[in-house]
Each structure stands twice: as C-alpha cells, then as structure tokens.
Nanobody, 124 residues
Framework: QVQLVESGGGLVQAGGSLRLSCAASGRTFSRYAMGWFRQAPGKEREFVAAIRWSASSTQYADSVKGRFTISRDSAKNTVYLQMNSLKPEDTAVYYC?????????????????WGQGTQVTVSS
C-alpha cells in the first residue's frame, strides 16, 4: 500500500520557520508530482505548493509565495515544505499529496494519494 507519512509540524511563533517532511513508501514517486494542501478549521482545503517530477518546476499559492519553498529528494522518496516568515493565518493541518499518475500534476482530489496531515500552529 502507498503511504505518505508527514512530520515536522508543531507550534511556532509568528515570523518563525518550520520544515515539513513527507516520506513516501509503497511506490517510488520520482516520476510523480507531489505537493501540499492545508485546511484550517471551518475552511475548505486549499492548495499550498506543488513540485513536478523533475524538481525544477514548482508552483505556489499566492498566499505563501516568497515564504514557502517546496523541494524533493528523489533518492529518499521524500518531499519537503520549508516554511519561513510564518503568520497566524498559516495555522492549519497540512497534507502531503502525490499524484495518482506519473507525469501528471496533482489534482487535489480523491484520486491522489494523501498523507494523514500534520498540525501547524502559528502563534501571534
């Protein structure tokens, strides 16, 4: 079974940094796009960042662009989300996502593979 296991979440003060990690197993995702979504209480799940198989093509939500950086280590089958200059509005459960089909972008739907989520809380 494919599993995405996230780590690195926690509590941080505004302006601080966290690095989330997502370790994949059950399949080698070097040819698959991966990314991150987040969901705050009472809000819909929203796209945060994505990275393609080449690791040279990335995409970010406007709300995090310039502050967050997505990267991947194909040898470790792991994707990361470096979060800097964190704001209270970044508080959410962050989910790791992998595309269901290689050489396709993540869809953010039930066909993708999803991690269990990790809580990020930013205090003001």
């Amino acid at each position: 079974q494919v599993q995405l296991v996230e780590s690195g979440g926690g509590l941080v003060q505004a302006g601080g940094s966290l690095r989330l990690s997502c370790a994949a197993s059950g399949r080698t995702f070097s040819r698959y796009a991966m990314g991150w979504f987040r969901q705050a209480p009472g809000k819909e799940r929203e796209f945060v960042a994505a990275i393609r198989w080449s690791a040279s093509s990335t995409q970010y939500a406007d709300s995090v662009k310039g502050r967050f950086t997505i990267s991947r280590d194909s040898a470790k089958n792991t994707v990361y989300l470096q979060m800097n200059s964190l704001k209270p509005e970044d508080t959410a459960v962050y989910y790791c996502v992998a595309a269901s089909t290689y050489y396709r972008d993540i869809a953010g739907d039930e066909d993708d593979y999803w991690g269990q989520g990790t809580q990020v809380t930013v205090s003001s």
